[in-house]
C-alpha cells in the first residue's frame, strides 16, 4: 500500500445503516483498498442517539464535541482527543451532545462486510 494522508474533506459521508438518526460515516479506506481495517470518519448530530451491539473491534478518536457511552458495565463521557475503544459483542449506547460531534475510527475487520 502507498503511504497516503486524507482529511475529513476526503470523506463522503452516508448514513450510518440501520439508523434514522442524523448519523453518518464516511470510509476512506475499507475493503476495496485491500487492507486489514476501515478507518474513517463519523458525524453525529446534535443528540443522536445510537443503538448498537459492535459487530467489529472499533476505536474512535473524538475530534470535535462529545459523546456519552454507556455499555452493560460502564458510563463515560469522551470529548476532543479521547480515544474510545469498543469491542465485537459490547453492546453500546452512544449519544452525542448538543453540539454533536466528528470522530475519526478505525476498525477491524471491516464494519460493512460485518453488517
Sequence with gaps: MVVRTFTIADAIFERSPGQDGDIFAGNLLDQRDNGPVTIGYGRYGPNAVLEQTIAVHDTMIVIQG??????????????????VSMQSG???????????????????PHWQEAE
Design 66 to 83: 462529545r459523546l456519552s457511552i454507556w455499555t452493560e458495565r460502564a458510563a463515560f463521557t469522551a470529548g476532543p482527543g479521547d480515544i
Design 90 to 108: 459490547d453492546k453500546v449506547t452512544i449519544r452525542a451532545h448538543d453540539e454533536g460531534c466528528v470522530t475519526a475510527y478505525v476498525t477491524y
